[in-house]
């Protein structure tokens, strides 16, 4: 994973080089839950959390750009259990590689795949006496996939010629585990996404 991380790094930086086209830095707000797979009674909230990263938006034809972006980004969900409330925070390293189409002045739509990668996973228990933080999920951590294909799909307005609000929605086109159990079923992410973006060269 680290070799995927340094070579994306690599092509970002060297197609700004090259290139001459526009690389900058994001971040934003995260809204994170999970589609159940395998039990519909397993009932989850919303999660907050956060993304930030570094851009690229290469100009290929008309209106039509190639937008990557190399972002950190903690995901999760939250439920209510039989033995109190839990959270779960998950973190990825996240490699959208999106089109971008200028549909008016100052308006673009995006769409694409994302490639993501599992980092770290932590589990909180609360029964409101005691909190228990568990960062080693050693029976189901095994059968959690550490990479994942998405889907993403955004617009982004720019404010400024250097500053862009964008929103985007992204869901796992893969599921977390091939077999769900009764502390981790089977899911997949979806997230819905807000921040801001600034253009540094």
Do not use: C, W
């Not at 970002?12 to 707000?29: D, E, I, P, R």
């Not at 969900?77 to 959270?87: L, M, P, R, S």
């Amino acid at each position: 994973m680290k070799k995927i991380i340094v070579l994306a790094v690599t092509l970002l930086v060297a197609g700004a080089v090259t290139a001459q086209v526009k690389f900058g830095v994001k971040g934003g707000l995260d809204v994170s839950n999970i589609i159940k797979t395998d039990d519909p009674n397993f009932t989850t909230n919303y999660k907050t959390g956060f993304n930030a990263g570094i851009t690229l938006d290469v100009h290929l034809v008309g209106p039509l750009s190639l937008a990557p972006e190399l972002l950190y980004a903690t995901k999760g969900y939250k439920a209510q259990t039989n033995f109190g409330d839990f959270d779960q925070r998950t973190e990825f390293i996240d490699l959208p590689i999106l089109a971008k189409f200028k549909l008016a002045d100052g308006f673009n739509f995006l769409i694409g795949p994302q490639f993501s990668f599992l980092t770290a996973t932590t589990n909180t228990y609360s029964n409101g006496i005691a909190t228990s933080v568990q960062k080693t999920y050693e029976d189901d951590a095994t059968k959690f996939r550490k990479s994942l294909i998405d889907g993403a799909v955004g617009v982004s307005f720019d404010l400024s010629k250097s500053v862009d609000l964008h929103a985007r929605y992204t869901l796992d086109l893969q599921k977390n585990s091939e077999n769900g159990s009764s502390q981790t079923p089977a899911y997949r992410n979806q997230v819905f996404q807000i921040g801001l973006g600034f253009k540094l060269l």
